[in-house]
């Protein structure tokens, strides 16, 4: 008996009841993904035309916990394989810490900060105290900005200056970019640890470094080498509670860095969404009876979602769906693999932050019941229960009615 939790960073399906206090009314990652194909647009990454076609997380019950997220009539549909839920965020952030945190138990209720200036975001004394620790010449940026885009602007400007270029968004985070080569990548990674402490005391949630290579000439592309550096829990998740029982727990991706590394036993990562799942399917060799493997699919969300690419969205949806039976296959009698996500990032929406949203549930190894709307903290009470560990969080497990349904 083991449990697998598979997170589709930012796959939001609209419907949250306060996405108003958020400028998110009307935002739906999935819905409007979904009307794009319905188009019959065509991209580079999804060639050809077509309905959304993602069949066996439809199986699992995603267009009927769309549906039920949004206040529609479920309907009909395919003969399901799962039970479903919509999942609600009780907490008051959309950023990916504290929807990971509330899905293991813990909401953000007292959220970081959050530095709200379009530019000159942070306050002077923060970067000179992180330069001054780091030995630095100072900071390009220092703004709200896309990373993809800040770096075409200034990373000339960084190769000359030697400056590392640093911004921020709507979410508590200060991003450092930096070239791979010219500024090096270990010493990217030194300067965000420097720099986590002394941003502890500005209470802001990540640290993250952003590597990138290449020239004036050819281009500047960020790497796969992005680490973050995030304030720990400031509460207890389902990971302590598996941690102090003794439990096994393999985190695939992002996850280790998301709860800085507390309660985790191992971590393993690859760089793109098809790695990813090849390297979790040979994970699940190594995980043992009792055990819980946690991943975190990024790419839909750092590519996809900020990169307001909904075909390129689409044909990842697609192309993880697809691996599905890849991954149904190894699981054993008594398993349960759960997918879901951490908030949304509607790809037709305007700017380019995380949206507030509704997240799907799609539980396969526990019956084939409709949940309805249900909180995101449900999820990691679920696991506790199904693996038999006693649970110090908020959530109310869902497994008690699944058997009272079916």
Known sequence: ???????????????????????????NTLGHIR????????SDERPNAGPLNLPNMAAMGLYHALACAND??????????????????????????????????????????????????????????IAEAADLPGFLGNKHASGTAVV?????????????????????????????????LERLLDLCRIARPICDAYN??????????????????????????????KGRTLLDDLHDTGRQVLAMGKIGDIYAHRGITQTRKAHGNMALFDLTLSALDDLQEGGFLFANFVDFDTIYGHGRDPLGYAAALEAFDARLPELFATLRVGDMLILSADHGNDPTWRGTDHTRERVPVLIRGAGTTGLGVRNMADIGA???????VPSTGTGQSFLSDIERLT
């Open 204 to 233: 802001i949630g990540r640290v993250i470094a952003r590597p990138f290579t290449g020239d004036a000439a050819t281009g500047f592309t960020r790497t796969g080498n992005r680490r973050d550096f995030t304030m720990p829990p």
């Open 35 to 42: 009307a794009v194909c319905a188009t019959g647009g065509v």
């Open 72 to 129: 529609g009539d479920v309907g009909g549909g395919p003969d399901l394989q799962g039970s479903w839920a919509a999942a609600t965020e009780q907490g008051a952030g959309k950023d990916t810490p504290s929807g990971h945190w509330e899905i293991t138990g813990f909401p953000v209720t007292d959220p970081p900060a959050v530095f709200a200036n379009k530019t000159n975001s942070f306050p002077q004394d923060l970067l000179d105290q």
């Open 1 to 27: 008996m083991r449990a697998i939790l598979v997170i589709l960073d930012s796959f939001g399906i609209g419907g949250a009841p306060d996405a108003d206090k958020f400028g998110d009314a009307g935002a």
């Open 382 to 388: 679920s696991i506790a229960v199904h693996l038999g």
């Open 152 to 184: 075409e602007d200034l990373a000339q400007d960084h190769l000359l200056t030697g400056k590392p270029i640093l911004y921020t968004s709507v979410d508590s985070v200060l991003q450092i970019a930096a070239h791979e080569e010219a500024f090096g």
